[in-house]
């Protein structure tokens, strides 16, 4: 498995932005399809976005599509997610996720490692 550490979370007002970052441990992080989750206060883990390993192909959920953008820099082994257009209800424990297959890519139970989790909040 591989160890990843998210930054980059905290407070902004809606209609803000922030770039999360997920640093992987793994020399060999490009062999890994990568995605974001998000979990809110009472409510399951859901899917946010995820990017294929050449970063070529990517998907989002739909409450996210055109204000969020996922990226990923192999060379130094970070996967990050832009958000832009920040809304309270994106208020939320942000983690990243790592798996092998692209398939089933946005169930969580799908990805074999996690981050530890950066909480944003979005204020009114």
């Known amino acids: 498995q591989v160890q990843l550490v998210e930054s980059g979370g905290g407070l902004v007002q809606a209609g803000g932005s922030l770039r999360l970052s997920c640093a992987a441990s793994?020399?060999?992080?490009?062999?890994?399809?990568m995605g974001w989750f998000r979990q809110a206060p009472g409510k399951e883990r859901t899917f946010v976005a995820v990017?294929?390993?050449?970063?070529?192909?990517?998907y989002y959920a739909d409450s996210v599509k055109g204000r969020f953008t996922i990226s990923r820099d192999d060379a130094k082994n970070t996967v990050y997610l832009q958000m832009n257009s920040l809304k309270p209800e994106d208020t939320a424990v942000y983690y990243c996720?790592?798996?092998?297959?692209?398939?089933?890519?946005?169930?969580?139970?799908?990805?074999?490692?996690w981050g530890q989790g950066t909480q944003v909040t979005v204020s009114p």
């Open positions: 996720a790592a798996s092998r297959a692209l398939s089933g890519y946005s169930n969580y139970y799908n990805y074999g490692s």
């Open positions: 990017i294929t390993w050449r970063g070529d192909i990517t």
């Open positions: 793994e020399r060999t992080f490009s062999s890994y399809v």
